[in-house]
């Protein structure tokens, strides 16, 4: 018996969600306090220089702990889903 095959390609978002960390040593030799970082980190206003020490901490000083990644879109579904006939010349 003859099949048709296509493809499902599923459109999901997912959260990452990561514990991480950076010593107080590595946020003081950057020019900001560990009271004065965790300021920027709370949301509070910054100067151009401090969010450029801020950045600088997260994106070079900061280790990953740990990290967990949720496809919610799979549990509560509301993705969107395509199908495309398979050329069965392949």
Same mark, same amino acid.
């Given at each position: 018996?003859?099949? &048709? ?16 960390? &950076? ?34 901490? @997260? ?11 949720? @496809? ?12 495309? @006939? ?5």
């Amino acid at each position: 018996m003859s099949e &048709v095959r296509f493809t499902q390609t599923e459109y999901h978002q997912m959260t990452i969600t990561k514990d991480m960390s &950076v010593s107080e040593e590595h946020i003081i030799e950057q020019g900001l306090t560990v009271e004065r970082f965790k300021e920027i980190m709370n949301g509070e206003d910054h100067t151009d220089e401090e969010c450029d020490q801020y950045n600088e901490i @997260l994106m070079g000083w900061a280790e990953l702990l740990d990290s967990e990644e949720d @496809l919610w879109t799979d549990r509560k579904g509301g993705y969107e889903i395509d199908y495309e @006939l398979v050329d069965d010349d392949e």
